[in-house]
């Protein structure tokens, strides 16, 4: 799962822009903001990370890497992220034996379901939404399989499809309190929808007030509230926390 990770503090002059979160990404520059990573709705695949991704995030975790805020160069000059290749060879090395039992269990909707978590989990996410598609194809009212389909889209630099999935999911689980928070993160972060993102997360806390991540979300909407009225392309000098 997906954790929230946060960008270092800067007094520089930062530009909104519309750029989207790509794969492996760590820092996106949306007004010097954190940035908000999105959380996986279901419970029913591996709570540990893929080996592909662990290797990602060791390497987001390493001093100077992208994760924690250096430069790129000298960090890959140390030890190179895994290729989209590479994440994907391992992928399909862990998803082997799920599509050894799929042989003999091919309208299993959570044995499908859990392959897609695994290529989820090592942000192979067009694969990861080919297995999500097929899951709800079997169960179409599956909220949580499809909030796990919305954020790989969203991921995937696909937004518009992803919020609209949210949109369904919601509307099938209207307390589905990852679906919430997920989609306010894609409202602000891929729309620059922030009186939309705020919505979703006032509503979030609203409905689960004991939601987990409760404190996340409070900072997410202080920061997207201080910049409610700048337009895509203004510049501003507001720090980033």
Same mark, same amino acid.
């Given at each position: 799962?997906?954790?929230?990770?946060?960008?270092?503090?800067?007094?520089?002059?930062?530009?909104?822009?519309?750029?989207?979160?790509?794969?492996?990404?760590?820092?996106?520059?949306?007004?010097?903001?954190?940035?908000?990573?999105?959380?996986?709705?279901?419970?029913?695949?591996?709570?540990?990370?893929?080996?592909?991704?662990?290797?990602?995030?060791?390497?987001?975790?390493?001093?100077?890497?992208?994760?924690?805020?250096?430069?790129?160069?000298?960090?890959?000059?140390?030890?190179?992220?895994?290729?989209?290749?590479?994440?994907?060879?391992?992928?399909?090395?862990?998803?082997?034996?799920?599509?050894?039992?799929?042989?003999?269990?091919?309208?299993?909707?959570?044995?499908?379901?859990?392959?897609?978590?695994?290529?989820?989990?090592?942000?192979?996410?067009?694969?990861?939404? $080919?297995?999500?598609? %097929?899951?709800?194809?079997?169960?179409?009212?599956?909220?949580? =399989? +499809?909030?796990? /389909? @919305?954020? *790989?889209?969203?991921?995937?630099?696909?937004?518009?499809?992803?919020?609209?999935?949210?949109?369904?999911?919601?509307?099938?689980?209207?307390?589905?309190?990852?679906?919430?928070?997920?989609?306010?993160?894609?409202?602000?972060?891929?729309?620059?929808?922030?009186?939309?993102?705020?919505?979703?997360? $006032?509503?979030?806390? %609203?409905?689960?007030?004991?939601?987990?991540?409760?404190?996340? =979300? +409070?900072?997410? /909407? @202080?920061? *997207?509230?201080?910049?409610?009225?700048?337009?895509?392309?203004?510049?501003?000098?507001?720090?980033?926390?």
């Amino acid at each position: 799962m997906a954790e929230t990770n946060e960008s270092n503090s800067t007094q520089t002059t930062q530009v909104w822009t519309s750029t989207q979160a790509y794969i492996m990404a760590t820092l996106c520059l949306l007004v010097g903001c954190a940035v908000g990573y999105l959380l996986r709705g279901s419970v029913g695949g591996s709570s540990a990370p893929a080996p592909a991704a662990a290797a990602v995030e060791q390497q987001q975790a390493m001093p100077g890497g992208m994760g924690g805020g250096g430069g790129m160069g000298g960090a890959m000059g140390q030890q190179q992220m895994p290729s989209p290749e590479q994440l994907k060879a391992m992928a399909d090395k862990q998803a082997a034996p799920l599509m050894e039992q799929l042989k003999s269990k091919s309208n299993d909707p959570a044995l499908i379901a859990q392959i897609g978590n695994v290529y989820y989990d090592a942000h192979v996410f067009p694969t990861a939404i $080919e297995y999500y598609n %097929k899951t709800l194809a079997i169960d179409p009212k599956n909220a949580a =399989v +499809r909030t796990d /389909m @919305a954020t *790989a889209m969203f991921y995937n630099n696909d937004p518009d499809h992803s919020i609209a999935e949210f949109d369904r999911a919601l509307k099938d689980d209207p307390k589905n309190g990852n679906a919430l928070f997920n989609r306010g993160i894609v409202k602000w972060q891929a729309k620059m929808d922030v009186n939309g993102a705020v919505a979703d997360w $006032e509503l979030l806390l %609203k409905q689960n007030p004991n939601y987990e991540q409760a404190d996340q =979300v +409070r900072m997410y /909407m @202080a920061q *997207a509230k201080k910049h409610a009225n700048i337009k895509p392309g203004q510049k501003t000098d507001k720090p980033a926390m």
